[in-house]
């Protein structure tokens, strides 16, 4: 028996599993007349008012400007870009960046940065949602480089979180992004790029 194997055998043992339909009626009892949204119009202002306020650069393009943005913000960090194999051809069209797609967890370290879509994203809390899906790569690829640039469809913003997390698969790996990787000790001095990306930049695409 493995290590996991026997913790998970000690968790059974104090809190047994239960049985499906008993946990279904159990959700089927929570009272959800709560407000589930906030804010009906000026969802692109707040979602990128709210990011801005982490100390993240927002910047909202049309569509067709996308590849010449994405091209502009990788042109500013030289270096090689891990990226997704399979993110869009057309978002990276423009740029000369050197782009890794095939990468191993060991060589992102030394890369200039990162370039990702995401699975959704909060207006009311300036969140970014990663479900490491289409176009987003492994969870590595979103925490190890020091730069992450994060293209934003103007469809993926929903108003506030319940609404974003009917959007989202629960049993997908999900990673919340709010603003670049920041934590702060007893005496709340701030440190930057510990736990992940020490700058983000987010392109919200209209």
Same mark, same amino acid.
């Given at each position: ?61 049309? /569509? !067709? =400007?996308? *590849?010449? %943005? ?6 500013? #960090? +030289? ?78 913003? /929903? !108003? =506030?979180? *319940?609404? %974003? ?6 049993? #997908? +790996? ?33």
């Amino acid at each position: 028996m493995t290590a996991r194997e026997e913790i998970l055998r000690r968790i059974e043992g104090v809190a047994p599993t239960r049985p499906a339909a008993e946990v279904a009626t159990s959700y089927d009892r929570i009272d959800r007349s709560y407000l589930r949204r906030h804010h009906e119009d000026g969802v692109l202002d707040l979602f990128a008012e709210r990011v801005a306020d982490y100390r993240a650069t927002v910047l909202r393009v049309a /569509a !067709p =400007d996308l *590849p010449s %943005a994405v091209a502009e913000r990788l042109a500013a #960090r +030289p270096g090689s870009y891990g990226a997704p194999a399979d993110l869009p051809a057309e978002w990276t069209s423009a740029t000369d960046a050197p782009l890794v797609r095939d990468f191993s967890v060991a060589s992102l370290d030394g890369l200039a940065g990162a370039v990702t879509g995401c699975a959704a994203a909060i207006a009311e809390t300036g969140t970014i949602v990663l479900d490491h899906g289409a176009a987003q790569g492994p969870r590595a690829l979103s925490l190890v480089p020091d730069y992450h640039l994060i293209v934003v469809l103007a469809g993926q913003v /929903a !108003p =506030d979180v *319940p609404e %974003a997390l009917e959007r989202l698969d629960p049993s #997908r +790996p999900l990673t919340f992004v709010s603003g670049p990787s920041a934590t702060s000790d007893i005496e709340l001095s701030r440190v930057e790029g510990v736990h992940g990306p020490r700058t983000l930049e987010v392109l919200v695409v209209r």
